[in-house]
């Protein structure tokens, strides 16, 4: 008989099964066993001397607990731990958030005659959240265009030619569809071929090019025709939808989930690193 457990007991502990110690991450989602509440972390701070984790929902709303034991982690009981401390870093160039090699000690380069354009205020700045060191270094400027109705004849003002080209990226560019029947008449304009290349993804907005794991939901909300589709998002989000800031807020939400290429689909990094080869390479 052993004596070394005799006395007071923590019975609220758990059992003596050794569960995985997983340091807590941001955009981590969890589910806290005793509430059954489910989002992902996005905040974790120290108070009181103990460290709180916040979880936010796919409605937007967030609650707080105390890391330790009751949380699953893909369905798997973990034992939450504080984050894990941040790693010297590494000797030589570090990583942008596109994935390239950092320029170290370049400034940026004097704007080329060569412009990338997007469709809206939206897709510029997620393109410059990811690719902005690396066009700085190449000089290529991000310009939204606020729709494609009229690309033809901005194309055409432009006057695309050798070391004046033009990389156009275009959402939901599938075939058959309005963009299609636009990118192609730009296309057989003069001076466009070899001097202006259009590309783009098969979403509706570059929102859903947002990799729905990052945002903690399982896949984007299907958006019923004839309602607006950003305002249709917001509301099954849980979020307010009402005005263009409330959109603006919202937006700005999704965009902070983006932290490097990784948290973006495919189908859109293959397009920008297509248009900048484009335009930087001779």
Same mark, same amino acid.
């Given at each position: 008989?052993?004596?070394?457990?005799? @006395?007071? /007991?923590?019975?609220?502990?758990? *059992?003596?099964? /050794?569960?995985? +110690?997983?340091?807590?991450? #941001?955009?981590?989602?969890?589910?806290?066993?005793?509430?059954?509440?489910?989002?992902?972390?996005?905040?974790?701070?120290?108070?009181?001397?103990?460290?709180?984790?916040?979880?936010?929902?796919?409605?937007?709303?967030?609650?707080?607990?105390?890391?330790?034991?009751?949380?699953?982690?893909?369905?798997?009981?973990? #034992?939450?731990?504080?984050?894990?401390?941040?790693?010297?870093?590494?000797?030589?160039?570090?990583?942008?958030?596109?994935?390239?090699?950092?320029?170290?000690?370049?400034?940026? /380069?004097?704007?080329?005659?060569?412009?990338?354009?997007?469709? !809206?205020?939206?897709?510029? +700045?997620?393109?410059?959240?990811?690719?902005?060191?690396?066009?700085?270094?190449? !000089?290529?400027?991000?310009?939204?265009?606020?729709?494609?109705?009229?690309?033809?004849?901005?194309? *055409?003002?432009?006057? &695309?030619?050798?070391?004046?080209?033009? !990389?156009?990226?275009?959402?939901?560019?599938?075939?058959?569809?309005? +963009?299609?029947?636009?990118?192609?008449?730009?296309?057989?304009?003069?001076?466009?071929? @070899?001097?202006?290349?259009?590309? @783009?993804?098969?979403?509706?907005?570059?929102?859903?090019?947002?990799?729905?794991?990052?945002?903690?939901?399982?896949?984007?909300?299907?958006? &019923?025709?004839?309602?607006?589709?950003?305002?249709?998002?917001?509301?099954?989000?849980?979020? &307010?939808?009402?005005?263009?800031?409330?959109?603006?807020?919202?937006? /700005?939400?999704?965009?902070? *989930?983006?932290?490097?290429?990784?948290?973006?689909? *495919?189908?859109?990094?293959?397009?920008?690193?297509?248009?900048?080869?484009?335009?930087?390479? &001779?």
């Amino acid at each position: 008989m052993s004596y070394q457990n005799w @006395g007071p /007991q923590d019975l609220s502990a758990p *059992a003596k099964t /050794q569960l995985p +110690e997983v340091p807590v991450e #941001r955009g981590m989602v969890l589910e806290e066993v005793q509430s059954g509440w489910v989002g992902a972390v996005t905040r974790v701070e120290k108070s009181g001397g103990m460290h709180v984790v916040s979880l936010e929902d796919r409605r937007g709303k967030s609650r707080s607990f105390r890391l330790g034991f009751g949380f699953l982690l893909e369905g798997q009981p973990i #034992r939450l731990m504080p984050p894990a401390p941040k790693a010297a870093p590494a000797a030589g160039p570090g990583r942008t958030a596109s994935g390239s090699v950092r320029v170290a000690g370049q400034r940026a /380069q004097v704007a080329k005659a060569s412009r990338i354009w997007v469709e !809206g205020k939206h897709d510029a +700045e997620l393109v410059e959240k990811v690719w902005g060191d690396d066009l700085r270094v190449e !000089g290529i400027v991000v310009e939204p265009l606020h729709g494609i109705d009229d690309l033809a004849a901005a194309v *055409a003002e432009f006057r &695309p030619g050798p070391g004046r080209r033009l !990389g156009v990226l275009v959402d939901h560019l599938v075939p058959d569809s309005k +963009e299609s029947r636009i990118a192609d008449a730009v296309m057989a304009s003069p001076g466009a071929a @070899g001097n202006v290349l259009i590309v @783009g993804h098969p979403y509706v907005d570059v929102w859903q090019a947002i990799r729905p794991a990052v945002l903690g939901i399982e896949r984007w909300p299907v958006i &019923p025709r004839g309602v607006d589709w950003k305002t249709g998002i917001l509301t099954a989000f849980g979020w &307010p939808h009402s005005t263009k800031e409330d959109i603006g807020l919202g937006w /700005q939400k999704l965009l902070g *989930a983006v932290r490097s290429y990784a948290d973006l689909e *495919a189908s859109l990094l293959g397009r920008v690193e297509e248009v900048i080869d484009f335009l930087t390479v &001779p």
